[in-house]
């Protein structure tokens, strides 16, 4: 816990395990909010820290600027009040980024997650990522954490970027979807001191994650297994590290299958099997194949979750 | 030129060279409205092709979807009507390229380019994007142009997709601007058959373009030196290769500086020095240091253009 | 033809087109020479400018020190004087590369292409590789071709590099294997004045090589259609662009299997249905299973070459 | 520990810290035996488990096949019995490493570490990498490690071929330089009730490493640093984590300096600094110039190490 320079108040402490929530979508792709709301009744019951809504997997791509925020809305409305919501509120642009950050405050959120502007990635070097940063982090009523998915975004926010961002008082963390855990080890080591928080951004190298002193996670996989996650995140913390080593091992070629491997139509598909509903995926996104289902469901039976 | 399939009249004919046009911005970051005018009032009296309105060097992720319309509206009010005006409208989902599709039409595109949507890239297979461009294109009451381009989206669109597209009556061509020219010959030659028409999408490699049966070029410089790449399209229709070449030498390096190397801010600075209005961007793309600001400059004088 | 800056003679003309062979191995994966022999003999009485003992398709990898030296040594006897012989002299370190390079001359080699280092390519910056050459240049006593295969070595020779190698007198040329056409024509157009010669290093870009300035190519599908190689040649040279291209078009596929997609297996199963003895290869190197030889011939038959 | 599925007698235990051993050069670039083995009588002092001699940086891609085989000799004359010997003896081609592989154990070689052949990375795939390591573990005489580099190779051991490899009983674990913990994770997962040993290949993510389970590293910094690492490794292994994180943040950035930042050059140039001999490197690799010693210095500075 550290406090703002300028303010009094201790800036937000964000450990813990995160889903990134997916958005289920009907038939005809609309917003499925009744079924968002069921879900997040589910996690809410867990010791899930709280949610992350409009991460990569929750489709915000895909979202009008209206739907970003009123889902936003209605997932403020239902999820109780102990468990943090932090909205996604990245935009290419610095100056709509902004708008969308004041009004994800306004809609609910605790703190907004912020990606990497990459579109023009050839000119999205230090200087500008830092200048972005600064810019909406100085606008935003409520703290601002960094987001860098090389995965998504083909950018990796450099370290030095990391360093220089984490001594803006409204700049309290990063969620870091990378896996490269030397790279979260020095962020850690050059920023601890400053109260700096980092997420690992993936449940394959959770365990490794709270080994260098990352606090949580943002982990698409707690979507399906998130008591799971938060089990995982006990035994880390507790010291337990052998028996969360049996975890994490269990743990790694399903997160491999909902994120890189099967995407978000894994992501969804598991989440049916889980007691979730997962719902349609926006096009361009396609449903998985017949046989992309059994390799899918093959990996959780391999891993004794099913 | 080719006949629609479905249809008695001819698709849109594309050789030719087209710049993607700058957004000049005011320096509180508005859109430009009265020198983007000029600017295209000055190109018009060249022997420009026609005009893409919101290729990547129109930063158009920065613009809103309103933006968007209303750049291309003012843009056709301007230009004379034997310039073709090509507006990109491509977006992440699915469903809002085709509403933007349908958008830019109204507004007075006579073809529309569409990107490949990006940020799920994992996902993004062969399957995917031919979904995606055949509901497009399906939609769409104008022609439609692919546009890949790998330095900004980390994806490249692949070769077995481009050949099936390019069988819908509605697709008419490419925008290819990854440089790879094996990749350029192997498209024209699985789909020329088709009237299947390839835009080199750069200037430095505009005549190994040509020399490989592409019809034309959409190229960032265009917008600083058109006149001569028009020249050097000349050329090469004419089969003057030698002249040609020595002209496409001196464009290699002022190409690179305006597009990979210095980016949107290298393009509309040079601009500047050629008499167009290139303006501020938005950010988070910077304005050049003073030191790029020389090295830019000493591209285009070792070159002999300044 | 250039003049050497501080000698009388003239350098090597390298133009047109060359084979890199391969080299055929029986089933106890020994040199079969007499096999080699033959192929020599038939390439021999085809217009091909020469040969490439030793590029990357010759499995040079594979050869001891002693086997690199005697296949030149039994390459020269076999092929008339007229023929150009070129041999690959690169190893990791400089010592080794100038210590071969001295070597293949003495075993009659008229020139040496020389790959870049590459297992330490975190050091291989301009400095080191300008360093490297330049010892080699020094020393051998015929001239250097320079040679980058990106898709082997992982690492592009710097244009910068050649540039500044291009001023070395017994530095004639650069095979560029990485098929980026840009880059191409930068390095002729920043080296032409020197009479630095580039060859093409693939044949799917081997007309587009042609149309920027290059004055030839080293192609592994010249063990294969040599003769029809030397005719796309003629075509580029004498400015027929459009048979040229009609030709280029059906040798990208056939090429793209020979290399990047069936890598050497393929090629030496091709040359076998074209009359020459392609052999075994050296282990790790399998030879195709039942499913790509299928896929492979189809390539062939698609292109009306089988 | 684990016994051989076809032998009496039990596999090597790997576990510990190994410096894959730096070879120093004289002025001349000879190798020199005199101060190599001056650096092994100090190491040997120390906690290290033993010697890796030819990890990549040993420089062994620039030593002949008679040198590899002498320095191997060597340093086995000069290092006590209870230190275990472990020789770089990967070569391309599959019988070369064969034949390495034998000369190596000859030498004195306890085991041997063979880096997947990379040349010919197109045809690099498990089914050829799996043929080339069981062609090797048959034939060798002592236990073979397997080693994925992908930093110097451009390749990845895929985790499906390193699974299939663990069953050979003469196979017994893996160097990953890699740095993905996911992967390293997940490769301990599916192999390790073969007993199948698993080394980190940087110092980088030592502690992550131990924390999924892998038994030890072979680091390049040990070469500089090598009690320290094995601080660390005991503070791993006694589970004291939070003393082992403060140790791991402060050996990050030195890590990277004398690797992918400044190379073996920097390696030696520290080796220097910290009662080694580090002497000179092979040409092309070059040495440091005074501006990066300094850069290199304030790193090993800034993290109190100097």
Redesign the interface.
């Known amino acids: 816990p550290r406090t703002y320079m300028n303010q009094a108040r201790p800036a937000l402490d964000i450990s813990g395990i995160f889903p990134p929530i997916a958005t289920p979508f009907n038939d005809r792709?609309r917003v499925d909010y009744d079924r968002l709301a069921e879900n997040l009744r589910k996690y809410s019951r867990t010791p899930l820290r709280g949610f992350v809504v409009q991460g990569?997997n929750g489709e915000y791509?895909?979202l009008?600027r209206e739907e970003r925020v009123e889902v936003v809305r209605k997932v403020r409305e239902v999820v109780p009040k102990e468990k943090i919501l932090i909205a996604g509120s990245g935009c290419?642009?610095?100056?709509?980024t902004v708008e969308m950050t004041l009004e994800m405050a306004k809609a609910g959120a605790e703190a907004v997650l912020v990606v990497t502007?990459c579109?023009?990635?050839?000119?999205?070097n230090s200087?500008?990522?830092v200048?972005?940063y600064t810019?909406v982090a100085d606008a935003s009523p409520v703290p601002v954490i960094l987001y860098s998915v090389p995965?998504?975004?083909?950018l990796d926010l450099p370290v030095d970027a990391v360093v220089s961002l984490a001594q803006h008082p409204n700049i309290i963390g990063i969620k870091d979807s990378g896996?490269?855990?030397?790279r979260v080890?020095?962020i850690?080591?050059k920023t601890r001191h400053l109260g700096f928080q980092v997420l690992s951004g993936?449940a394959?190298?959770l365990?490794?994650g709270?080994?260098?002193?990352a606090v949580g996670g943002v982990c698409a996989l707690a979507n399906v297994l998130g008591p799971q996650l938060c089990e995982l995140e006990r035994l880390c913390v507790n010291?337990q590290?052998q028996e969360a080593?049996e975890l994490?091992?269990?743990l790694?070629?399903p997160?491999?299958a909902v994120t890189?491997r099967f995407?978000?139509?894994g992501l969804k598909q598991a989440m049916e099997w889980f007691g979730y509903h997962g719902g349609y995926c926006?096009?361009?996104?396609?449903p998985l194949t017949e046989h992309e289902r059994k390799d899918l469901r093959k990996v959780f039976t391999d891993n004794a979750w099913l």
Chains 1, 2, 3, 4 share one sequence.
């Open positions: 792709e990569s791509a895909y009008s290419e642009s610095t100056q709509a502007p579109y023009y990635k050839g000119s999205m200087s500008a990522l200048h972005h810019k995965g998504n975004t083909g896996g490269d855990i030397t080890g020095l850690i080591h993936s394959g190298f365990l490794a709270y080994s260098v002193g010291g590290w080593r994490q091992y269990r790694i070629e997160n491999a890189r995407g978000i139509p926006r096009s361009p996104l396609l």
